[in-house]
T-cell receptor
Framework: DQQVKQNSPSLSVQEGRISILNCDYT??????FLWYKKYPAEGPTFLIS?????DKNEDGRFTVFLNKSAKHLSLHIVPSQPGDSAVYFC?????????FGQGTRLTINP | GAGVSQSPSNKVTEKGKDVELRCDPI?????LYWYRQSLGQGLEFLIY????????KSGLPSDRFSAERTGGSVSTLTIQRTQQEDSAVYLC???????????????FGPGTRLTVL
């Protein structure tokens, strides 16, 4: 029973363009959502989060959108840079535990 | 300040042996989590410690897995009689919590890559 799903295992984007990573969830009780970025041989690094009472949160080049009716969130990165190449995980929580998606490998092409 | 540290970074063991993995959380963080990531998979929750409360062990896959957190700081994850399916990266995370805090930003260590031959 996968409560958080990232249906695209990989995404390739040209440098300077917008990267859009998607995530779907099934549990309507989740009240907080996060995106993490992971480089090889490193632990995940927190990127940006959003509370369920909001529909958008922005931090520099990164924006997270939440559509509660569709149980969908997305991460927009613009403009995309080579250093953004990594695996991105979305996560959802209610209470103390995080439930992670399977990850999307983002590759930024020069 | 120092982040979450884990040791060893890599561990290769033979099937049937016991292993201990260590996590040093960020100083002052009251919550500590263990996850594992199998090849090509997302992070799977294992266990959660919060202060002096009883740990939430709901994610431990079998009774071969156990964890302790001594003095509210360092934690060890022990896997007894390891099996090949235990091969994964084991990640530790910590978080500061206090009454009224909201959100769940956890800070992760680099992980321990466990290989069971």
């Amino acid at each position: 029973d996968q409560q958080v799903k990232q249906n695209s295992p990989s995404l390739s984007v040209q440098e300077g363009r917008i990267s859009i990573l998607n995530c779907d969830y099934t549990n309507s009780m989740f009240d907080y959502f996060l995106w993490y970025k992971k480089y090889p041989a490193e632990g995940p690094t927190f990127l940006i989060s959003i509370s369920s009472i909001k529909d958008k949160n922005e931090d520099g080049r990164f924006t997270v959108f939440l559509n509660k009716s569709a149980k969908h969130l997305s991460l927009h990165i613009v403009p995309s840079q080579p250093g953004d190449s990594a695996v991105y995980f979305c996560a959802a929580s209610r209470g103390q535990k995080l439930v992670f998606g399977q990850g999307t490998r983002l590759t930024i092409n020069p | 300040g120092a982040g979450v540290s884990q040791s060893p970074s890599n561990k290769v063991t033979e099937k049937g042996k016991d292993v201990e993995l260590r996590c040093d959380p960020i100083s002052g963080h009251t919550a500590l989590y263990w996850y594992r990531q199998s090849l090509g998979q997302g992070l799977e929750f294992l266990i959660y410690f919060q202060g002096n409360s009883a740990p939430d062990k709901s994610g431990l896959p079998s009774d071969r897995f156990s964890a302790e957190r001594t003095g509210g700081s360092v934690s060890t994850l022990t896997i007894q009689r390891t099996q090949q399916e235990d091969s994964a990266v084991y990640l530790c995370a910590s978080r500061f919590t206090s009454p009224g805090t909201f959100g769940n930003e956890q800070f992760f260590g680099p992980g321990t890559r466990l290989t069971v031959l």
